[in-house]
């Protein structure tokens, strides 16, 4: 690591910064370490771009500039171990910290339970407008799709709720457990009122 005398409050901002991160990472399931190494890659690019942009003692809009070319803290969140075992093998080879310099921001994958709920829910709509074209097979078939739509839906949200891995679709799995049985109802309810009628 490269050193260079800071004074002890822009040391502060720069340790602040680490340990946002290495929370992140004890969050995302990183072993320690991992951790440990990747946090030492990012001080020790940190030193490296100080070096390369201060001439003299740096100031704290020095450090500030610095970080802000970094990615948050949050952004490890996501790390899964191949991204892991990527960026230490990558800082861990002495290549400029503008060749590696941010660790991207990774989306997670969709999760399939939500695009099923999703997809089952607009199959649901479909029915629930021809329901009277199919009869009562058709609310049968609307019934199931729903029941389906609302398991599928409440599962997914419990896995993006317990794994915070970053998955997406929540929005999808929120629109299912909302619009299935409110579909549902208003069909049932409708073929009763005709059949009363």
């Known amino acids: 690591m490269i050193a260079i005398e800071l004074p002890d409050t822009l040391r ?26 990747i946090v ?10 100080l070096s390369q942009v201060v001439e003299e003692e740096p100031t704290r809009d020095d450090v500030l ?7 948050p803290p949050e952004a490890y969140l996501e790390l899964s171990n191949v991204e892991t075992s990527s960026f230490i093998s990558v800082n861990c080879e002495g290549r400029r910290p503008t060749q ?10 969709f999760n399939t339970l939500a695009i099923s709920s999703f997809v089952l829910t607009c199959i649901a709509i479909v029915v629930a407008f021809s329901w009277w074209i199919l009869g009562y097979l058709g609310l049968t078939i609307l019934f199931a799709l729903a029941v389906s739509a609302t398991v599928c839906s ?7 709720q317990m794994k ?3 998955q997406q679709g929540r929005w999808m799995a929120i629109i299912a457990i ?10 049932w309810s409708t073929f009763l009122l005709m059949l009363a009628g």
């Open 12 to 37: 502060q901002m720069i340790d602040a910064r680490l340990d946002n991160v290495e929370r992140a990472l004890i969050v995302s399931g990183t072993n320690r370490i991992d951790r440990r190494q």
């Open 164 to 166: 915070q891995n970053g």
């Open 100 to 109: 590696v310099g941010r660790l991207p921001a990774t989306k997670g994958s």
């Open 65 to 71: 500039s610095i970080l802000a070319k970094l990615d």
């Open 154 to 160: 409440t599962i997914a949200l419990c896995q993006m």
């Open 40 to 49: 030492s890659a990012i001080e020790d690019q940190i030193m490296e771009m």
């Open 178 to 187: 909302s619009c299935t049985p409110v579909i549902a109802l208003v069909s």
